[in-house]
């Protein structure tokens, strides 16, 4: 399995809704990246995860909140999110110990968030 | 801190032209550098990668050199397809470190007509 799946590939939400977004990957990868990207624009980086650990925060607002229950999966959970935060949302992920010849990052289809 | 600067785009080719897309980067140490291709309505896949000076990545008859005296890392292909029709993010990641952030130049639009 070389493939990074994140669910659900679409999602409408009110600004009052809680939400979900999953991601999944059996690669054996050990770190997993959240990412923001706008339409025309390259993806920015939200969250990472080291070993189950949340490495790095890019002053992300607390109306996401992710989470990394298992080395598997990833999470990203939404509440009271602005009509602004309409994006693609792409999880990836990586070994966190490289070679030469590894450490690319392995990304998924994306879940495409409009928030009305 | 660390920068990925691309060609303007977008760039608009016939199929079986050359194309190049220029990559240049700003960055301390040996950074890690990738060519990213993002098809309509889909994720990123990693087109192709080097990890350290004068190192040829190569995929899918795509090819880039990394650079070191000229900090850059310009994407070829000798004859492009229609299939070829999307957006190239360079990127690089920071030297020393071996997961983290990606850094994304701003993306190129290649359109390839029949």
């Known amino acids: 399995d070389t493939e990074v799946t994140q669910t659900p590939k679409h999602l409408v939400m009110g600004m009052t809704n809680k939400k979900s977004l999953k991601c999944e990957q059996h690669m054996g990868h050990r770190a997993m990246y959240w990412y923001k990207q706008k339409a025309k624009k390259p993806p920015e980086l939200m969250f990472v995860?080291?070993?189950?650990?949340?490495?790095i925060n890019e002053s992300v607002p607390s109306r996401f909140s992710p989470e990394c229950p298992n080395s598997s999966l990833l999470n990203l959970h939404l509440h009271a999110l602005q009509p602004e935060d309409s994006a693609l949302y792409l999880c990836a992920s990586s070994q966190v110990r490289t070679t030469g010849r590894t450490g690319g990052y392995t990304f998924g289809s994306g879940t495409r968030l409009t928030v009305v | 801190g660390d920068s990925v600067t691309q060609m303007e785009g977008p760039v608009t080719l016939s199929e079986e032209a050359f194309l190049t897309i220029n990559c240049t980067y700003t960055?301390?140490?040996?950074?890690?550098l990738f060519w990213y291709v993002q098809y309509p309505g889909e994720g990123l896949q990693l087109l192709l990668k080097?990890?350290?000076?004068?190192d040829k990545g190569s995929n899918k008859g795509f090819e880039a050199t990394y650079r070191k005296e000229t900090t850059s890392f310009h994407l070829e292909k000798g004859s492009v397809q229609v299939s070829d029709s999307a957006v190239y993010f360079c990127a690089l990641r920071a030297g020393g470190t071996s997961y983290g952030k990606l850094t994304f130049g701003q993306g190129t639009i290649l359109t390839v007509h029949p």
């Open positions: 995860y080291s070993y189950e650990k949340l490495s």
């Open positions: 960055a301390t140490g040996y950074p890690s």
């Open positions: 080097a990890t350290k000076a004068d």
